[in-house]
């Protein structure tokens, strides 16, 4: 059994994850613990206080006793925010509370890029533009090429977590570049999971996801690969271990 671990921020779009462990197989389990989100906005203020250390220190515990083998901070915009560095001092603190390997979401889309082999990315952000903005320096710094930033000005995460299926293709199809080696969708508030292979048959390419791109990353640090169809081409690529049924 493979146990990943999750600190997520709040109540958004967490009902993503029991898909992604039902689509993983019999032989991995989730388990996510909420923090506490503080102010809910997408302002770099109140984006960097929202992956303080003691923040997420603070739900480590719970997933020390679930016997997880890695944790990934689940929050895209709370750990790009801090730029480069900032964001690897913040898996470092994490890995050294936690006690075992750790990293972020916007880890997962740099590492997830490399996985499938895509350069040039197109983003659709849920976030203002400054933020969006700054998604795309951090793609940069861990070299990928951006070839547009569509962003939708959305302050809370709390919004972002209504959003369905029409938001979620219009905001697709509006990031969209035809140069674009794959679509990347930001915001681990945004429900994604379950129209993941809708998107990239539609778009007719790699499309990255939070909340996948997330579990993704959880997967590598445990040193596991699944085969899953369901979220996508980035859980295609050999070698792999075969989901079950």
Not at 76 to 93: K, L, Y
Not at 139 to 163: D, K, M, N
Request: glycine share 8%; net charge negative.
């Amino acid at each position: 059994m493979t146990a990943l671990g999750f600190l997520y921020p709040g109540h958004s779009a967490e009902d993503d994850y029991p898909r992604i462990e039902q689509l993983l197989g019999s032989d991995v389990r989730v388990d996510l613990v909420h923090t506490d989100i503080g102010e809910d906005a997408h302002r770099v203020d109140a984006l960097l206080q929202m992956g303080a250390p003691e923040r997420l220190a603070a739900g480590l515990q719970q997933l020390r006793l679930s016997g997880a083998d890695a944790v990934v901070w689940a929050c895209t915009s709370g750990s790009f925010v801090h730029g480069w560095d900032g964001a690897h001092e913040q898996v470092r603190n994490l890995a050294r509370a936690a006690g075992m390997p750790a990293s972020s979401t916007s880890f997962g889309f740099v590492h997830a890029l490399r996985e499938i082999e895509a350069r040039l990315v197109a983003v659709g952000a849920t976030y203002p533009d400054d933020v969006a903005v700054l998604f795309a320096g951090f793609l940069r710094a861990g070299g990928a090429e951006v070839t547009g930033v569509r962003s939708s000005g959305i302050i809370t995460a709390a919004e972002v977590g209504t959003w369905g299926e029409e938001e979620l293709f219009a905001l697709a199809r509006a990031a969209d570049s035809p140069d674009a080696d794959a679509l990347l969708l930001p915001d681990t508030a945004l429900h994604t999971v379950a129209h993941i292979p809708a998107l990239e048959k539609e778009l007719g390419k790699p499309v990255l996801t939070a909340n996948q791109v997330t579990a993704w990353e959880c997967l590598r640090l445990a040193d596991r690969r699944v085969n899953a169809p369901q979220l996508g081409a980035l859980f295609t690529r050999e070698p792999i271990v075969q989901a079950q049924a």
